[in-house]
T-cell receptor
Framework: GQNIDQPTEMTATEGAIVQINCTYQ??????LFWYQQHAGEAPTFLSY????GLEEKGRFSSFLSRSKGYSYLLLKELQMKDSASYLC??????????FGKGTMLLVSP | GAGVSQSPSNKVTEKGKDVELRCDPI?????LYWYRQSLGQGLEFLIY????????KSGLPSDRFSAERTGGSVSTLTIQRTQQEDSAVYLC????????????FGPGTRLTVL
């Protein structure tokens, strides 16, 4: 079966940097996605990686190593509003996404 | 512009009843996806549409689940003879096309089966 692992919970302090890891073992690979989901709300797209390396978008960056089956999401200058669940998802074939269970990030003052 | 909308936002039903969930994608988006999210679980893919056809129904959990899309727009997900394990948040997403990376999600329908 397909396996996507991420830590269940993480805590960090406002203004700090946090790295959320995601490892995957899947039967195929056609891109890795990160989504943010605030409690009770819809997931919103953060980033997409299909080639190895780092993609930077403002305070958020995402890294991919296909050979290691590994990605991370880096959040800089944390703000209270960054408290949310962060979902790692792999597009295995076609256009459907297989999601991990998500990492709940709590940012404290 | 308007995002993806879903109705109802909440649905409470009795075990054994049928329910119908509706999704209105973003105008012009040809691809539409259904997921469900159970407590403590990740999003689980159910089915996707490209236009009105569903190339991949592999995620539907049982034959009690069906979905259709008409006019390349609105989609309905029907669950027949609901069971308590069907309780979850059902999320719909749309994208410009299947080759586009960003899927835009609706707010979801919270289904509770008593």
């Amino acid at each position: 079966g397909q396996n996507i692992d991420q830590p269940t919970e993480m805590t960090a302090t406002e203004g700090a940097i946090v790295q959320i890891n995601c490892t995957y073992q899947t039967s195929g690979f056609n891109g890795l996605f990160w989504y943010q989901q605030h409690a009770g709300e819809a997931p919103t797209f953060l980033s997409y990686n299909v080639l190895d390396g780092l993609e930077e978008k403002g305070r958020f960056s995402s890294f991919l190593s296909r050979s290691k089956g590994y990605s991370y999401l880096l959040l800089k200058e944390l703000q209270m509003k960054d408290s949310a669940s962060y979902l790692c998802a792999v597009r295995i074939t076609g256009s459907t996404l297989t999601f991990g269970k998500g990492t709940m990030l709590l940012v404290s003052p | 512009g308007a995002g993806v909308s879903q109705s109802p936002s909440n649905k409470v039903t009795e075990k054994g009843k049928d329910v119908e969930l509706r999704c209105d994608p973003i105008s012009g988006h040809t691809a539409l996806y259904w997921y469900r999210q159970s407590l403590g679980q990740g999003l689980e893919f159910l089915i996707y549409f490209q236009g009105n056809s569903a190339p991949d129904k592999s995620g539907l959990p049982s034959d009690r689940f069906s979905a259709e899309r008409t006019g390349g727009s609105v989609s309905t997900l029907t669950i027949q003879r609901t069971q308590q394990e069907d309780s979850a948040v059902y999320l719909c997403a749309s994208s410009l096309g299947v080759s586009y990376n960003e899927q835009f999600f609706g707010p979801g329908t919270r289904l509770t089966v008593l």
